[in-house]
């Protein structure tokens, strides 16, 4: 049965570069993205998206370059496809110091940290954000990461997920298990800043991880980040379905877009989850205008400055297939690689050719478009919503700024008017604000298992921590 009173999630999608998936509007003369470089760039963002009511702002990132296409990385470089990218971490304070309520969900691959540093680094943005910080959880597929860091090639892909499954346990350790909530008292008068006994050395000796110690950071609002995975293999799937509370998909059908739908929350009640424990978003691109008229011209506008060749050197990497060496006609052939299953199991499942994906790629991007006026995307959106029981969607950027304020000038009103877009947020945290039950993780996640505190199931778990700390 369709809820029609469900509000929508929002999600700008973004990333710390000039070009992420619009490749070639970088040289629109209107686009921005040049000076992406500029602190200024990102804090006029956040204020724009916090105005236009956004959960979040999900900031993508890789480790390596896109060089499979062609062999090299001419493209890439002359396109800025990805390239230079910069540490979309460090944007974090400065965006929460200009904003109260958008949400930062940051793109870190656990291939190439250390479950410590990575842990102090998230929970000290924690405490920054005031509660506002998100992780999407990522192994990589890039084989020019693993030569950057020493390493002769990609790990097998399930090895990864194995790895990651360490990663994800001591983390739990280090955020839920190292400090109870009421272990800092600040007493001045018994000049006790920290009560010892309510802190625990972690102990853990795994496959690919040792850690003994103490977690050098005290508990932030969260604990635990927001824990978002975009995983589709069957292993991806079985690790996002275990582990994240948001997951990104993409496709351009409703019905298939649904059986994703059904076949994640079918996974997430096997794992002892509820359903709805996982909120779903769909990537989009909008290009939006006054009118239906308007929007084809600023599409065709647009067009006209994009390059699909350049989503072709992008697509080459993601699939760790040279896409190059083929005509625009020619049916591109199924290799099994390391890099993104799901991706590469397309050229299994039905026959595409270049000139499919050059139609595909026509701003660059991979992600269904949506054209028309503020009423009539709103319309589209809140139909695909209901019809695939999907609950929001991660709005990719074509021209930057003006893609984002355009939604938000022109669609965020009509979604509001419908009753399907919140009209102020919500207090408390992030994951409070997406799921209305307190800051911390509830007691189905798998974290559980690792806190060293109890938390009470009828109560926000902020509370919980006010009470003891009184």
Sequence with gaps: MTNTSKKILLNAFDMYCVGHINHGLWTHPRDESHRFNELSYWTDLAKTLENGLFDGLFIADITGVYDVYQNGIGLTLKESIQLPSHDPSTLVSAMAAVTENLGFGITVNLSYEHPYQFARRFASLDHLSNGRIGWNIVTGYLDSAERLIGQTGLKDHDLRYDQAEEFLELSYKFWEGSWENDAVIKDKVNRIFTNPAKVHAIQHHGRFYQSQGVFQVSPSRQRTPVLFQAGSSPRGLGFATKHAEAVFIGGDNPEKIKKQVEQIRELTAQQGRKAEDIKIFLGITVVTAETHKLALE?????????????????????????????????AIPYQKTNSIVSVNNRFKEQKITIQDLKNQHKLGGRYPLFIGSGSEVAEQLIQLVDTTGIDGFNLTRTVAPESHQDFIRLVIPELQSRGRFKTEYEKGSLRNKIFGKGDHLSTQHPAHEFRCYTQSKSQPAEQNLEKQTA
């Design 298 to 330: 600023k599409l065709d506008e647009y067009q006209s400055y994009a390059n699909p060749e350049a989503g072709l050197a992008h697509f080459s990497s993601s699939i760790g297939q040279d896409l190059s060496i083929y005509q625009n006609d020619e």
